[in-house]
């Protein structure tokens, strides 16, 4: 399981979820970016800046609505120690 934080082109909004497929799932999110009815399509949320793996369901979606409580500077500091360039993930090259 995976908990992800997306992006957009400007870093002006973060969007944090969670996953069993993180590539399925950023596909889905890159595909919607036209669909403003979700948050997503709206904000054009579909940069990958932060992920970390969890071992099951339970703690992956805790660890989900942690993060969702914090501050935006506080999840700016996450993401900044995990990828001080903010530069969009590529999951198939990511050496992190």
């Keep these: ?9 400007t870093q ?3 969007y944090t979820g969670v996953t069993n497929d993180l590539t399925r799932r ?8 036209g669909d403003v009815d979700k948050f997503t399509g709206k904000y054009q949320t579909d940069l990958l800046v932060y992920f970390e793996v969890c071992p099951d369901a339970i703690q992956a979606i805790a ?3 942690q993060l ?3 501050t935006r500077q ?9 990828n ?5 993930i590529d999951l198939e090259t990511w050496a992190g």
Excluded: C
Excluded at 27 to 32: D, F, K, L, T, V
């Design 63 to 65: 660890r989900e609505k």
């Design 84 to 88: 001080p360039t903010w530069q969009a």
């Design 12 to 14: 002006t909004v973060l």
């Design 1 to 9: 399981m995976y908990v992800y934080i997306l992006t957009n082109q």
């Design 26 to 33: 950023l596909y889905e999110h890159s595909n919607g970016r």
């Design 68 to 70: 969702k409580g914090w």
């Design 74 to 82: 506080k999840k700016d500091a996450l993401i900044s120690a995990f």
